[in-house]
């Protein structure tokens, strides 16, 4: 099992900039990222393959990136260029398999998730 923990949300202007950490206790495993609003499923944001492959939600290519740092089991979303429908609550998720990366039923642990709010 991996417990994930999540770090680094807050609050950024629009244009601004934060990065998100997860902590994982183990490697081994297929990554992503969520987010969830208030009344509407979790969304998938970026994920991240065994290979280090790659994918984005159309809402965020070209402005978010996902990474891991695998000597230190942590993956990473660097968020640039905010804008204020980022606002969300983003969740780290991890499965040892995933064929759909972006449906939330593909992750089996998941963090606590960390809050980001964008507003000027």
């Known amino acids: 099992q991996v417990q994930p923990v999540e770090s680094g949300g807050g609050s950024a202007q629009p244009g601004g900039t934060l990065r998100l950490s997860c902590a994982a206790s183990k490697s081994g495993y297929c990554m992503a990222w969520f987010r969830q609003i208030p009344g509407k499923a979790r969304e998938g944001v970026a994920s991240i393959d065994l290979d280090d492959d790659t994918q984005y939600a159309e809402s965020v290519k070209g402005r978010f990136t996902i990474s891991k740092d695998h000597a230190k089991d942590t993956l990473y979303l660097l968020m640039n260029n905010l804008k204020p429908e980022d606002t969300a609550m983003y969740y780290c998720?991890?499965?040892?398999?995933?064929?759909?990366?972006?449906?939330?039923?593909?992750?089996?642990?998941w963090g606590q998730g960390t809050q980001v709010t964008v507003s000027s």
């Open positions: 998720a991890a499965s040892v398999t995933v064929r759909f990366p972006f449906s939330s039923t593909a992750y089996n642990y």
